[in-house]
T-cell receptor, first 114, second 111 residues
Framework: NAGVTQTPKFQVLKTGQSMTLQCAQD?????MYWYRQDPGMGLRLIYY???????DKGEVPNGYNVSRLNKREFSLRLESAAPSQTSVYFC?????????????FGPGTRLTVT | GESVGLHLPTLSVQEGDNSIINCAYS??????FIWYKQESGKGPQFIID?????DKRQGQRVTVLLNKTVKHLSLQIAATQPGDSAVYFC??????????FGKGTMLLVSP
């Protein structure tokens, strides 16, 4: 049981390049999330998927797109990277039932845009 | 919406002391609260959670206290150890299943 996995662990992009961050969970969770973490800012929600087939914007969605490929996988795409998107990106998942809202986090992707 | 804040960005304690980390939230409709620990270079890890129908919950060496009247929660760590050094986040949420995170308090434990 690997939990939540993210690839890649590190990435350096030039301004204007595109890339997709991959996330997968093997806990049969319904809901998945993408956050960014900047120094002194805590975790801010970019997009989430409450269930397979649905996606919704979070607090900071501009410049990002997401795809809930299936129940296991939730990807985050940067179409034209900007230096302001330099951050650590975390994917998380939760069962999505009212019994628990605990979110399980992946190890993160450290992205630098130059 | 919800906003979540922590009172202190850094807390320094001696090994063996009890640590108390505080958090405030703004939305009285929030009914679920959770504490995470984040070590350097890793993702946040669950510590303990509490629902709004409780005012105290205990885990192993940790206790969360919830005061809904003043919209405040705290995390108490008993007999703090060097391995407890990390950033601690509180988060608040509810039935809409998203969480709003605070900015974090860095706990520094010295021997």
């Amino acid at each position: 049981n690997a939990g939540v996995t993210q690839t890649p662990k590190f990435q350096v992009l030039k301004t204007g390049q595109s890339m997709t961050l991959q996330c997968a969970q093997d806990m049969n969770h319904n809901s998945m999330y993408w956050y960014r973490q900047d120094p002194g800012m805590g975790l801010r929600l970019i997009y989430y998927s409450a269930s397979e087939g649905t996606t919704d914007k979070g607090e900071v969605p501009n410049g990002y797109n997401v795809s809930r490929l299936n129940k296991r996988e939730f990807s985050l795409r940067l179409e034209s990277a900007a230096p302001s998107q330099t951050s650590v990106y975390f994917c998380a998942s939760t069962h999505g039932s009212t019994s628990s809202y605990e979110q399980y986090f992946g190890p993160g992707t450290r992205l630098t845009v130059t | 919406g919800e906003s979540v804040g922590l009172h202190l960005p850094t807390l320094s304690v001696q090994e063996g002391d009890n640590s108390i980390i505080n958090c405030a939230y703004s939305n009285s409709a929030s009914d679920y609260f959770i504490w995470y620990k984040q070590e350097s270079g890793k993702g946040p890890q669950f510590i303990i959670d509490i629902r709004s129908n409780m005012d105290k919950r205990q885990g192993q060496r940790v206790t969360v206290l919830l005061n809904k009247t003043v919209k405040h929660l705290s995390l108490q760590i008993a007999a703090t150890q060097p391995g407890d050094s990390a950033v601690y986040f509180c988060a608040a949420g509810g039935g809409y299943s998203t969480l709003t995170f605070g900015k974090g308090t860095m706990l520094l434990v010295s021997p």
